[in-house]
């Protein structure tokens, strides 16, 4: 498995803008990860990355590059992953779907609720159950300790955060799970180098250099947490390149599977590229509320099973 230059990645976190917030995830990741191991055995934690992350382009940002997701996939996984008995780290852009509210309107709060003639707020009718089952849901999996949400928006938040839960999950061993459906930038402008204030347009075109943001999956699997088993995804618009390229990450990368997915089928069909062949995953069609996460998780958690057992023996 290759390795990008370590100078490289020592490169982008130096240049990255601190986390404000440092001292409280890393206080909340600690408790998450303790409550889910006991002496009397450790429960399975999958951290789940999930939307786009942006590219600032001025520090005092107004301008960004984005990347495509809108975090269906993740949320959704999220929800499985939790049924199945896991412990779920749920990394995802800020405003992108969450889990437990696929079934509520884009606008849920507006549109889920209304102000009666005696100035109370409730639901309005049609979306009750819905409603109901969200927040029941959602607070049953927080509450019991099976979902902690972390919100990122930049690039540099995003890779900090994911090398804190990497490094606070590495005594879970192979019981921790990385399932990577996050569209990460493969370009970033380093902070130093940023302008500080918003570009201006009287200038003429637009020149600037994006550098390459390291590859960080091999330094997830080979350092940050060497033990765990580690999924990514590949997205391309050209299914004609989409199952070599996936190959060829789960090689270079060391990845225990990549899911190898194309943009316009995505919720339809994924296949799953491993080190033994190329698995097909499709949404039952027969019915019309099932998605293409279910038995795609469902696959994943059994080989996830087998790892845990060959890791033990
Ligand atoms: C994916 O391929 C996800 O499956 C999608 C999910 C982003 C397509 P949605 O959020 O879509 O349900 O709307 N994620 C990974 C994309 C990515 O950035 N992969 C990198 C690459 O292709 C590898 S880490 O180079």
């Known amino acids: 498995m290759d390795s990008p230059l370590n100078s490289e990645i020592e490169s982008f976190f130096d ?20 409550l889910n191991s006991s002496e009397s055995g450790t429960r399975r934690v999958a951290c789940v990355t999930s939307g786009g992350t942006t590219v600032p382009l001025e520090q005092r940002c ?29 990394l995802y852009r800020r405003g992108t779907c969450e889990p ?8 849920a709060f507006l549109e889920c609720f209304e102000v ?4 109370a707020v409730q639901v309005c009718q049609p979306y009750s159950e819905a409603v109901k089952r969200a927040i029941r849901d959602h607070h049953a999996a927080v509450a019991g300790g099976l979902l902690l949400k972390l919100p990122f928006t930049t690039i540099f938040e995003y890779l900090q955060m994911l090398q804190m839960i990497a490094v606070s999950s590495r005594s879970l061993g192979p019981c921790s799970m ?5 569209a990460v930038s493969d370009f970033y402008v380093p902070w130093k180098s940023m302008a500080e204030h918003k570009i201006q347009s009287g200038s003429g075109p637009l020149d600037m250099q994006l550098l390459q943001v390291p590859k960080m999956l091999s330094v997830l699997r080979k350092e940050w947490a060497p033990m765990a088993f580690c999924i990514s995804f590949k997205l391309e618009t050209d299914a ?4 070599e390229k996936a190959d060829m990450a789960r090689k270079k990368y ?3 599977a990549v899911v190898a997915n194309e943009l316009l089928s995505r919720k339809e069909q994924v296949v799953v590229v491993t080190n033994n062949g190329k698995i097909p995953v499709y949404r039952d069609k027969t019915s019309s509320d099932s998605d293409v996460e ?3 998780t469902k696959l994943l958690v059994d080989r996830h099973s087998v790892y845990i057992k060959d890791s033990n023996t």
């Open 15 to 34: 240049s990255a803008p601190p986390l404000n917030d440092r001292a409280a995830i890393s206080q909340k990741l600690k408790e998450f990860i303790a």
């Open 62 to 90: 107004v301008r960004y590059i984005d990347n495509f997701s809108s975090g269906h996939r993740g949320a959704a996984s999220t929800e499985h992953l939790i049924k199945m008995g896991y412990a779920v780290i749920f």
């Open 100 to 107: 437990y509210c696929s079934s509520l309107p884009d606008d």
């Open 116 to 119: 009666t003639e005696e100035s």
């Open 178 to 182: 990385f399932y990577l459906a996050a």
């Open 240 to 243: 004609e390149i989409l199952l």
């Open 254 to 256: 060391g990845m225990h």
């Open 294 to 296: 279910k038995p795609l």
